[in-house]
T-cell receptor, first 116, second 111 residues
């Protein structure tokens, strides 16, 4: 199989704090991972593409200094929401590409972030 | 501008009937289209992929069609079951391997 995990599954934090979310490919190596955000009843919106060993590519309108992405190994990418505010409360989902030639993405279970 | 649209209204059907969900897109020429299932509070789960040169694809009770002239894909679940209740998302492949998702259609199958 191709399993992707995320940690934590839920996090509640105070406004102004930073939160780190981990995305791991458990049984395969992923050179490319993607980070999405999903608001209630809305679609998944791509935030950034994370490539192992290089800088992430951010989508238009996503602040790279606010959403720090690190893809330090072939099985781990992290998303850090810095100085979180209530409007950052959302469902954050990562996905990973298992094979370079394939475009099938395997998704993690998501992380629910609530900023008070 | 590029758009992907799915039925925004929830679809309610009776168990045993066929559910049909629609995905329309504009200003894209995707090489392929994917369908995912998403349960509340969970990440999407891949169901089917259909390529631009394929008209139809089947997997067990699932069937997907892809009409590049109409710029539309239809997703069918035959002999639907309450366990099929979920939100179904279509997604197109954009440049750089990025997936662009529709907003999803919520399906509710009543026993």
């Amino acid at each position: 199989g191709a399993v992707v995990s995320q940690h934590p599954s839920r996090v509640i934090c105070k406004s102004g704090t930073s939160v780190k979310i981990e995305c791991r490919s458990l049984d395969f190596q992923a050179t490319t991972m993607f980070w999405y955000r999903q608001f209630p009843k809305q679609s998944l919106m791509l935030m950034a593409t994370s490539n192992e060993g290089s800088k992430a590519t951010y989508e238009q309108g996503v602040e790279k200094d606010k959403f720090l992405i690190n893809h330090a190994s072939l099985t781990l990418s992290t998303l850090t929401v810095t100085s979180a505010h209530p409007e950052d409360s959302s469902f954050y989902i990562c996905s990973a590409l298992r094979d370079r030639g394939s475009n099938e993405q395997f998704f993690g279970p998501g992380t629910r972030l609530t900023v008070l | 501008s590029q758009k992907i649209e799915q039925n925004s209204e929830a679809l309610n059907i009776q168990e045993g009937k066929t559910a049909t969900l629609t995905c329309n897109y504009t200003n894209y020429s995707p090489a392929y289209l994917q369908w995912y299932r998403q349960d509340p509070g969970r990440g999407p789960v891949f169901l089917l992929l259909i390529r631009e040169n394929e008209k139809e694809k089947r997997k067990e009770r699932l069937k997907v069609t892809f009409d590049t002239t109409l710029k539309q894909s239809l997703f069918h679940i035959t002999a639907s079951q309450p366990a099929d209740s979920a939100t179904y998302l279509c997604a197109l492949l954009a440049r750089g391997g990025k997936l662009i998702f529709g907003q999803g259609t919520e399906l509710s199958v009543k026993p």
